[in-house]
């Protein structure tokens, strides 16, 4: 009986009895988070690439005219769908971007003007120079279902835009090529090089 009430007192060894019990819980929770984040960056790349694809195609289909604002938006909806993301299987899902024909901020194919630093939305025909499109969805999860999360948040943003040309002046004379004195060789009787003729 005395050695029982000693074995009971005895407190040599729970720490590593502690330790043994709560490790194997805890590797497999963080071995669960780290593939949940690992398939959710996965999915954020997957539906990056299809929108960097899509505003690529659309700004690809700006001609600074508001009659081609529908054939931007086609290529870029068109340019998205052979792009897919995998959410929850093996099986790809599209992003497909709706055509925003009204041109909401919030849609997922914006036209608009880009300056450098920020994107403004505009029909203005004469002034887009970028196509917008955004696309935001959930991926389900495994582990994190444990701890309550059934889904987390994967969006997407990508702007392309189409360099307008300068356009001159309607009074200014616009000669794009430049010779040197002698650019059509040694010299003739006319001096160095040849005589250049330019018909308009």
Do not use: H, K
């Amino acid at each position: 009986m005395l050695r029982l009430r000693r074995w009971l007192r005895d407190e040599t060894g729970n720490v590593l009895l502690f330790t043994t019990v709560l490790v194997v819980p805890l590797m497999i929770i963080f071995a669960g988070l780290a593939m949940d984040l690992a398939y959710l960056g996965s999915t954020d790349n997957e539906v990056q690439r299809s929108l960097d694809a899509a505003a690529l195609a659309g700004a690809g289909q700006l001609r600074f005219d508001s009659s081609v604002f529908p054939a931007a938006r086609t290529w870029a909806q068109n340019y998205a769908l052979p792009n897919p993301y995998r959410a929850g299987g093996a099986t790809p899902l599209p992003v497909t971007l709706g055509l925003n024909t009204a041109n909401a901020p919030t849609g997922d194919i914006v036209l608009g003007v880009w300056n450098g630093t920020s994107f403004t939305p505009s029909l203005d025909g004469t002034v887009v120079n970028a196509v917008l499109c955004q696309y935001q969805t959930t991926v389900p999860t495994s582990f994190l279902r444990l701890l309550g999360f059934t889904s987390l948040p994967v969006a997407g943003q990508a702007i392309a835009w189409a360099t307008q040309p300068v356009t001159p002046p309607p009074t200014a004379c616009v000669f794009p090529i430049a010779l040197s004195s002698c650019f059509f060789g040694g010299s003739t009787s006319a001096g160095c090089g040849s005589t250049v003729t330019f018909i308009s």
